[in-house]
């Protein structure tokens, strides 16, 4: 799975900025083709752009509060994945952090990106005064089993409309920052 053995040394998470953001949209695009291909609609994968991505995700960097971390393959310094928070998007108190996106590059997965991504995230919500973080996730994603290795427990469902259809997906909550950065190895 993991293709890091050609790098020097592993992996580094520091804050996305936007010079950062047309490799961020690469990533979307080409994971979720990758990931999500038989699940959601061809058509709406053929068609994701990444130039709109990067767009999409510029306007999402300038909300108040909204944050981004980038893990970089350190030789060349490309961005292989990223994790994009902030206050949640329904109206719900303001402890309540979201992670809005997550998403490894496939050659990558399997390596501790996703998890290192999670724990600075954690440090970086509980140092904002979150004390509980939830994302959504689509019900037929295969990777649900991550957010549950974290420990991260399925609260509610819902809809959400993609292209011109519409999916189911679950919220998983974690409740503790605290500990989710803790049992995710510490501030970093
Ligand atoms: C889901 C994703 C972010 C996880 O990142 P990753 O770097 O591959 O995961 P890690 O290597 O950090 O895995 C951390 C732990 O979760 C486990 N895990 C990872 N993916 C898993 C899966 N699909 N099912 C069950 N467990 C999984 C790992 O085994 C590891 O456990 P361990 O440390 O006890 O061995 C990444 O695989 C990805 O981007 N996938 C495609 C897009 C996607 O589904 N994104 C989430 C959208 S909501």
Known sequence: MADID???QPFEIRPGTGDDLFMIAGVLVDTWRSAFRGLLADGFLDGLSREEQAVRHARRMGEPGVSYLVATEPSVGDVIGFANFGPARARLPAHIHELYALYVRAEYQGAGIGRAL??????HCAGQGATSLFAWVLAGNPNRGFYERLGAKAVETGRIGLGDQSYEQVAYLWDDIAALARTTGGPS
């Open 6 to 8: 050609h790098m020097d």
């Open 118 to 123: 999670v724990r600075s995230m954690a440090v």
